[in-house]
């Protein structure tokens, strides 16, 4: 049977060692290791970005959500109409998710600014909504934190983790700060 | 309208002045069939301008030439341009043949073509066509060139809609180096119209250019520079207001 995520000797392009991991639905895991050792590559690699050039990869998923360590959002588009390009925007339940999203994350009064005009927080947390509101089996968060100060990271933590717990959805994020991890994830060592 | 836009606009007035004191001035000195006159060159536009059989055979044919030609070189160029902007392996299989068209002469593309198509408005058209396709094509692989790469991989990766993509992040991409190689492309458009008539002394102003020439009606000639100006700045102008209305509605959408 297929696991939700597993990977075996799995290597990246940026030519890292040999990496491994094996996840089930519902768990909440964190890459941790040092700067440069490869673990935005091997979140490329889960979500489907890149291709392994060394190992298997086998996912048991179909939807993945990622919150870039950038927030690419298209500039000259509000905060709304960047969330409106997704595809299950044309659920009729949509709406309201996504008032609700903005409204947990705390930026519902910027939502017809163009996303060019947002502070760096606020732009991480359109990144974030929209990461969320793509209803991910599988939520990658690469250093999503950043940019956020605690008020920001704590409206974000609370709407990731009701999500994680409404949805079991798996969670797999990168930090570099030790309190910046969104719930108890389980340390994963990237060598 | 604001200081710097006056200084700008009252600029190039007095640079047109310029112009227009060292013609008259030329005029002076030289011969008048070497130089004609302001005011011969008015009255000789005049004459032209109040003659409606000079539309009929001589404006008609050639605005006809200039946007078939135009319309020809923009499915070309665009078409291949599409593409070889997302195919490296088509923008390197047509890389000999853009640096053919780019940098063979266009009298010697000109002349080829009235060998192989003869005389007539198709050769015209298929030379506009075939010399001006390279400018479209080359814009619109600059325009591919500069998508946002991190971008264009969040729209693939949330798989969001083509025609959302082709609004949102490619057409934008794309105007800033497009709009000003369609300027461009009027601008050869008319050139390559006006060379393919006298050389093929067929029709339009190019004939009528080549006739003034020969009978050395400098005045006419002056007069027919001048009524190529004056269409080129109106097919730009109503062309470059359709295509930035065009783009404006596309990225509102």
Same mark, same amino acid.
């Given at each position: 049977?297929?696991?939700?995520?597993?990977?075996?000797?799995?290597?990246?392009?940026?030519?890292?060692?040999?990496?491994?991991?094996?996840?089930?639905?519902?768990?909440?895991?964190?890459?941790?290791?040092?700067?440069?050792?490869?673990?935005?590559?091997?979140?490329?690699?889960?979500?489907?970005?890149?291709?392994?050039?060394?190992?298997?990869?086998?996912?048991?998923?179909?939807?993945?959500?990622?919150?870039?360590?950038?927030?690419?959002?298209?500039?000259?588009?509000?905060?709304?109409?960047?969330?409106?390009?997704?595809?299950?925007?044309?659920?009729?339940?949509?709406?309201?998710?996504?008032?609700?999203?903005?409204?947990?994350?705390?930026?519902?009064?910027?939502?017809?600014?163009?996303?060019?005009?947002?502070?760096?927080?606020?732009?991480?947390?359109?990144?974030?909504?929209?990461?969320?509101?793509?209803?991910?089996?599988?939520?990658?968060?690469?250093?999503?934190?950043?940019?956020?100060?605690?008020?920001?990271?704590?409206?974000?933590?609370?709407?990731?983790?009701?999500?994680?717990?409404?949805?079991?959805?798996?969670?797999?994020?990168?930090?570099?700060?030790?309190?910046?991890?969104?719930?108890?994830?389980?340390?994963?060592?990237?060598? | 309208?604001?200081?710097?836009?006056?200084?700008?606009?009252?600029?190039?007035?007095?640079?047109?002045?310029?112009?227009?004191?060292?013609?008259?001035?030329?005029?002076?000195?030289?011969?008048?069939?070497?130089?004609?006159?302001?005011?011969?060159?008015?009255?000789?536009?005049?004459? +032209? &301008?109040?003659?409606?059989?000079?539309?009929? $055979?001589?404006?008609?044919?050639? @605005? =006809?030439?200039? %946007?078939?030609? #135009?319309?020809?070189?923009?499915?070309?160029?665009?078409?291949?341009?599409?593409?070889?902007?997302?195919?490296?392996?088509?923008?390197? +299989? &047509?890389?000999?043949?853009?640096?053919?068209? $780019?940098?063979?002469?266009?009298? @010697? =593309?000109?002349? %080829?073509?009235? #060998?192989?198509?003869?005389?007539?408005?198709?050769?015209?058209?298929?030379?506009?066509?075939?010399?001006?396709?390279?400018?479209?094509?080359?814009?619109?692989?600059?325009?591919?060139?500069?998508?946002?790469?991190?971008?264009?991989?969040?729209?693939?990766?949330?798989?969001?809609?083509?025609?959302?993509?082709?609004?949102?992040?490619?057409?934008?991409?794309?105007?800033?180096?497009?709009?000003?190689?369609?300027?461009?492309?009027?601008?050869?458009?008319?050139?390559?119209?006006?060379?393919?008539?006298?050389?093929?002394?067929?029709?339009?102003?190019?004939?009528?250019?080549?006739?003034?020439?020969?009978?050395?009606?400098?005045?006419?000639?002056?007069?027919?520079?001048?009524?190529?100006?004056?269409?080129?700045?109106?097919?730009?102008?109503?062309?470059?207001?359709?295509?930035?209305?065009?783009?404006?509605?596309?990225?509102?959408?």
């Amino acid at each position: 049977m297929t696991r939700f995520l597993e990977l075996s000797d799995v290597q990246t392009a940026a030519g890292h060692a040999p990496f491994s991991l094996a996840m089930d639905c519902g768990d909440n895991v964190e890459l941790r290791g040092a700067s440069g050792r490869g673990k935005t590559s091997l979140l490329r690699v889960i979500a489907g970005l890149d291709r392994p050039v060394g190992g298997r990869i086998e996912r048991g998923y179909t939807l993945c959500g990622f919150a870039f360590q950038e927030p690419r959002l298209l500039p000259h588009l509000t905060v709304r109409e960047n969330l409106m390009i997704l595809p299950q925007s044309k659920a009729p339940e949509f709406s309201d998710k996504l008032h609700q999203m903005l409204c947990d994350l705390g930026i519902f009064e910027v939502q017809s600014r163009e996303t060019a005009l947002l502070s760096g927080g606020e732009r991480q947390r359109v990144n974030i909504a929209r990461a969320v509101l793509a209803e991910p089996d599988c939520l990658v968060l690469d250093e999503a934190a950043s940019n956020l100060d605690q008020d920001a990271f704590q409206k974000v933590a609370d709407c990731i983790l009701g999500q994680y717990r409404g949805r079991r959805m798996a969670i797999i994020q990168v930090s570099h700060v030790p309190d910046r991890l969104f719930g108890s994830a389980r340390p994963v060592p990237v060598a | 309208m604001t200081n710097t836009l006056l200084r700008t606009r009252l600029w190039t007035a007095a640079g047109f002045l310029c112009l227009v004191l060292a013609w008259w001035l030329a005029s002076l000195i030289a011969h008048p069939t070497i130089v004609a006159s302001p005011v011969s060159t008015m009255q000789a536009l005049v004459t +032209f &301008l109040s003659d409606p059989a000079f539309f009929g $055979t001589v404006i008609y044919p050639s @605005i =006809g030439h200039i %946007l078939a030609g #135009l319309c020809l070189a923009a499915v070309l160029g665009l078409g291949f341009g599409i593409l070889a902007g997302q195919y490296i392996v088509v923008r390197s +299989f &047509l890389a000999p043949l853009r640096i053919v068209l $780019t940098s063979m002469p266009a009298a @010697i =593309g000109v002349v %080829l073509l009235i #060998l192989w198509m003869g005389l007539g408005s198709q050769m015209i058209i298929a030379v506009v066509g075939v010399f001006v396709a390279p400018v479209y094509y080359l814009a619109l692989c600059e325009g591919f060139d500069s998508i946002d790469r991190d971008l264009s991989e969040m729209t693939r990766f949330y798989r969001v809609h083509p025609a959302l993509r082709l609004r949102h992040l490619i057409l934008p991409s794309l105007a800033p180096s497009l709009l000003p190689a369609h300027r461009l492309a009027i601008a050869n458009s008319t050139r390559l119209t006006i060379l393919a008539e006298i050389l093929s002394a067929s029709s339009g102003l190019g004939e009528a250019i080549d006739r003034s020439r020969t009978y050395l009606q400098t005045d006419r000639l002056f007069a027919l520079m001048i009524i190529v100006l004056g269409l080129v700045l109106c097919i730009e102008g109503l062309s470059g207001f359709i295509a930035n209305r065009f783009m404006r509605r596309a990225e509102r959408r």
